[in-house]
C-alpha cells in the first residue's frame, strides 16, 4: 500500500479499477508490483503484511528507480498518522484484510480530506475471480463472520463500503498483462 503526502482540503475522491488483475492510477495497500509511476517529488510510503513481497516491493523499486520506504503492517492498523497522505493506492491487497470495514476506515483516516483513494481488485466473474472461486472449494472455510474478499469487485458492495465518507466514485474495467511463464511471474 503505498501513500503519497499532502496538500488542501474538499471531499476526498474514490476510483475503483476492477480488472483482470488492474493498475491504479496513483495510490496502493501493498507494492509488490506497483504498477503506478509515482512524481519523483513525491514521498511515498508502502506496506505488506508479507515479508517476502516486501523484498520483491522493493527489487522492483530498484528496478524501476523509485524511492519508496516499505515497511511490513496490516491494512488493518496502518502505522501512519490521520490524514498524512494526499493518495492512497491498495493494488489487490486491502482485498485480503479480514475485517473490510476496519481496512476502508484506516485508508481513510490516514487520507487528507480532498484525497484520492484509489484500489484495484478482481471482478469474481472473470479468470482470477473464478480459480479463487475454485480453489476456496478445497480449502477450508473461513472463520465465521469473514466476508469473501471477492465482494470487493462488486461495484456495490465497494459503493456500500465506502458510504458517505468519499465523493466522485468512479469505477473503470480493464485488462492487466502478465508474462505468461510461471518462471517469471511466480519464480516456479
Ligand atoms: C495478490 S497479492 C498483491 C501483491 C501486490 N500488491 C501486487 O499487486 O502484485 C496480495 C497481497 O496482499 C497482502 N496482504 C494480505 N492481507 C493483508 C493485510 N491485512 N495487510 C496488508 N497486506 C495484506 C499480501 O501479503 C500480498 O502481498
Excluded at 484509489?118 to 472449494?137: C, D, I, K, N
Aim: aromatic share 8%; hydrophobic share 40%.
Amino acid at each position: 500500500m503505498p501513500l503519497w503526502k499532502p496538500s488542501p482540503p474538499s471531499p476526498r475522491r474514490a476510483s475503483c479499477t476492477s480488472q483482470e488483475s488492474l493498475p491504479a492510477r496513483e495510490s496502493s495497500t501493498s507494492a509488490a508490483a506497483p504498477a503506478w509511476s509515482p512524481s519523483p517529488r513525491a514521498r511515498v510510503e508502502a506496506i505488506d503484511l508479507t515479508p517476502q513481497l516486501l523484498e520483491r516491493a522493493r527489487e522492483n523499486a530498484r528496478i524501476a528507480k523509485v524511492d519508496i520506504e516499505f515497511r511490513e503492517a496490516d491494512a488493518e492498523d496502518l502505522p501512519f498518522r490521520d490524514e498524512e497522505f494526499d493518495i492512497v493506492v491498495s493494488q489487490f491487497a486491502h482485498r485480503f484484510a479480514p475485517r473490510p470495514e476496519v481496512a476502508i476506515a484506516q485508508m481513510l483516516r490516514v487520507l487528507r480530506p480532498g484525497g484520492t483513494i484509489a484500489f484495484s481488485t478482481w471482478p469474481p466473474e472473470l479468470l482470477v475471480g473464478r480459480t479463487m472461486q475454485l480453489a476456496s472449494r478445497y480449502m477450508p472455510p473461513p472463520p465465521p463472520g469473514i466476508p469473501s474478499p471477492m465482494l470487493w469487485g462488486d461495484p456495490q458492495i465497494v459503493t456500500q463500503r465506502l458510504g458517505s465518507a468519499v465523493a466522485d466514485i468512479v469505477f473503470d474495467r480493464d485488462s492487466i498483462l502478465v508474462p505468461a511463464s510461471p518462471r517469471s511471474t511466480f519464480g516456479w
